[in-house]
């Protein structure tokens, strides 16, 4: 959305704002983003998109780049994200570790942040476990909120160590590419059991992580690609039924 990395793409700028507010008519809270993509132009779309609705119920995450990791390009890249989303950030990441900036500086940053207003929450992504806990025994005024790394049926490493800790220490995990581009779709295994419960392979990848207590991700550009995510909220998989997607999985 918005062009690549870095690169701005205004062609379909209509698309990709209706898009979005399609999904928030439709229920969905959560919008991710970050400063890279497009060279800041999704967050700019991403601003556009959630004019008109009630800011406290809409959930925005967005990222800042490890090139940008110091204490003080942190406070610039936030609060010219929140200058493009033309609000505050809820969620604020680093979005990977950088090579050369300390953590706990990138983090003091963060809690400087918090302070401003300019974000409410904190975190990390693509961490590992213990990258994770050096983040978190940083956080002195604030506790680290979140972490969002690759998570899928078909990419199961963070269950190892990151997602467990995520999950017995209160922070929320978020799962990007949880369909694998579209792989996840053509399972025959997920498209039988949803023949169970009224709903498709998606819906039932979906479903499987929100019981893990993983929120998912989903890339969705189409109108019928929101109406499927949406409808994921609505399947309620049986333990019998998510333990033998976990087994099959493995």
């Known amino acids: 959305m918005g062009g690549g990395f870095w690169t701005a793409d205004t062609s379909r700028d209509g698309e990709w704002v209706e898009a979005i507010r399609y999904a928030l008519e439709k229920g969905i809270r959560l919008v991710d983003t970050a400063e890279m993509y497009g060279g800041g132009h999704a967050e700019e779309l991403v601003g556009l998109a959630v004019r008109g609705f009630p ?48 953590i706990c500086e990138t983090v003091r940053a963060f809690e400087a942040l918090v302070d401003k207003g300019v974000i409410r929450h904190f975190g990390v992504s693509n961490f590992s476990l213990d990258q994770l806990r050096e983040a978190e025994a940083c956080a002195k ?60 392979a998606v819906q039932v990848a979906l479903a499987w992580y929100i019981k893990r207590g993983v929120v998912p991700i989903p890339k969705a550009e189409k109108k019928s690609h929101i109406d499927e995510i949406v409808g994921a909220f609505h399947v309620k998989l049986s333990d019998e039924d998510f333990q033998r997607i976990d087994s099959a999985y493995r």
Request: hydrophobic content about 40%; aromatic content about 12%; overall charge neutral.
């Open 55 to 102: 800011r406290d119920e809409v959930f925005i995450v967005t990222k800042v780049w490890p090139n940008h990791a110091r204490y003080d390009d942190v406070l610039k890249s936030a609060e010219a994200s929140a200058r493009r989303l033309g609000t505050y950030i809820d969620l604020y990441l680093l979005h990977w570790p950088s090579d050369s900036v300390p």
């Open 141 to 200: 005024k604030y506790e680290l909120a979140a972490v969002e790394n690759h998570y899928s049926l078909l990419n199961r490493r963070d269950e190892a160590d990151v997602l467990p800790y995520a999950l017995s220490n209160g922070i929320l995990y978020l799962a990007y590419t949880p369909l694998e581009k579209g792989a996840l779709a053509k399972s025959p295994l997920l498209a039988e059991v949803g023949k169970r419960y009224g709903a498709t």
